[in-house]
């Protein structure tokens, strides 16, 4: 009786042991998205915006402005799952470019004025997640630093153009949550929502993606 009683205590000894390395086992994986970026109005494009309409409605010249903060997107990286539930992110992403255009008219001739802003950089995010079977559930927290590169063209016809750039990198918190499906232990398919915030510390930009996610 008591040779039993010591081998079901070895073997639940043994299998709570195998569970613990299960759930605590470090597997990587690598991730690549693509969607849509959607940036929030700068308030220097607001101010710009404002300033010309004032120059505009003072001098009586025609005007009209456009701004898309709409751009495809895109990311890949690769992460660490710590244990089912923690894991580390490291990814390289690409925001796309946000436009502003502006034009003052006479009725004769037109001044243009547009401001292309380009943002990309690296980061790494802190995962939690919700194994649901098949099914995960997850919401990140991100630091990241990014670069925004803002080119600015002011032309009128007959006169000619001027070109200029500039650049700002600034470090940035994002948070995100979504979904992924396994097809199989290797393959999951993901969708995800991400806020990347402060962008160039003038706005918001919204990620929203699918993509693919290689477990090894």
Known sequence: MLRKSLLAVLVSGVMVSDLQAAESQSNGYLFGNIGQA?????????????????????????????????????????????????????QYIDLGTASYKAELSDGFDTLSAKIDGDTDGFGAN???TLPLDRFKLFGKVGYHQLKTEAKQKVS?????????????????????????????????????????????????????????RYNF
Do not use: C, H
Request: no cysteine; hydrophobic share 40%.
């Open 126 to 128: 802190v995962v939690g």
């Open 38 to 90: 959607d940036a929030d109005t700068p308030d220097f494009v607001r101010g710009l915006d404002s300033e010309l309409g004032a120059i505009a409605n003072d001098a009586g010249l025609i005007f009209g402005s456009d701004y898309d903060g709409k751009d495809s997107a895109f990311k890949i990286g690769a992460g660490i799952q710590l244990n089912r539930y923690v894991g580390l992110e490291f």
């Open 156 to 212: 009128m016809a007959g006169v000619g153009s001027l070109t200029e750039s500039d650049s700002t990198t600034e470090w940035v918190t994002s948070f995100g949550v979504g979904a992924s499906y396994a097809f199989t232990p290797q393959i999951e398919l993901v969708a995800e929502y991400e806020q990347y915030r402060d962008v160039a510390d003038e706005y918001d930009v919204d990620f929203g993606s699918i993509g693919l």
